[in-house]
């Protein structure tokens, strides 16, 4: 198991309430398994409501991802950059809404990477009275400037 070496904000290419994640407790090859409260105040709440909506676990599992990429980044001497969460496939949830307080486990396993940038991910996400499974399939482009400006990077990824 390997521990991280980096906080956060040296992980993730977000910042301020764009982070849901409280920390990130392992990274090793092929998973990542990091913890995240349910904030009042955080990003996806609501004035009225009792919590989350149910899919927002799969953003707290994208986010997971990206730090499981950014800590591989980083170990590699490499910049950590933007990835983009491409689809969902199979997602269960023993919720509708995941209640204000509640810390998750999130829990992601690489099952592939194609070379290109694309990945897919197992993921769990867990907590008091949540049970989540997901598939996610996400981009890590190998120019990020490129691929916003619309270029193709086909061939730049590395």
Known sequence: ?????????????????????????????????????VRRDGLFAGPHEPGVPAWVGMEYLAQTIAAWSGFHERARGRPVHPGYLVGARSFHSSVGTIPWGVVLTIEAERLLEDGAGIGVFDGHVTGAGVEQTVRLKVYLPGDPDRYRAGQSTRGNDQ
Request: proline content about 8%; aromatic content about 2%.
């Open 1 to 37: 198991m390997t521990v991280t070496a980096w906080p956060l904000d040296g992980l993730l290419p977000h910042a301020g309430p764009m982070v849901l994640l409280d920390k990130v407790l392992a990274v090793e090859d092929e998973t990542v398994r990091a913890v995240a409260t």
